[in-house]
């Protein structure tokens, strides 16, 4: 369906929903950006207020029911903010892949803790995100490569990496 839209429309809208598909965040101008902010802000007030429904969720149904939390409800809020976070970033940067792979691994790398912060994990998501596009708009200067190619190069060998350090310590 994406490939027949970008052959029907006109070749300057073609070129931008290509380059979207890559995942970029070049073009984006502030009157796009400030709406986009807004929905933002908004879940994550909202994450904010059930952040901490997350780490009484890792106890399990039984212990988080016993402490005054429904499971089921939890984590269908969680879910649409989850998934309403996403739809904004992609629809305004397109699907940049492996930031979220690889965010949430290098954040309990670096934090040295058991499970994944959530608050780590964007820090160093919008990190990772920020340094791969400094590279894309810098590495081939005046030519720039959308930042989803950049993330999918650094995602991948660090993804490769995590699976051959973790199989010479013989966790597979």
Known sequence: LNRWIIIRIDLHRATSAALWEQGTLNGLEWAQTIPLAVCVGA??????????????LQLGDDAAGALGVHPEKARRALILIGV???????AAAGPIIFVSLAAPQIARRLTATPGVTLAASAVTGATLLAASDLIGLRLLSPDQLPVGTVTICLGGAYLVYLLVHESRKGRW
């Open 84 to 90: 309403a976070l996403v739809a904004i970033a992609s």
């Open 43 to 56: 879940f994550s007030l909202a994450l904010v207020f059930l952040a901490p429904t997350l780490a009484v």
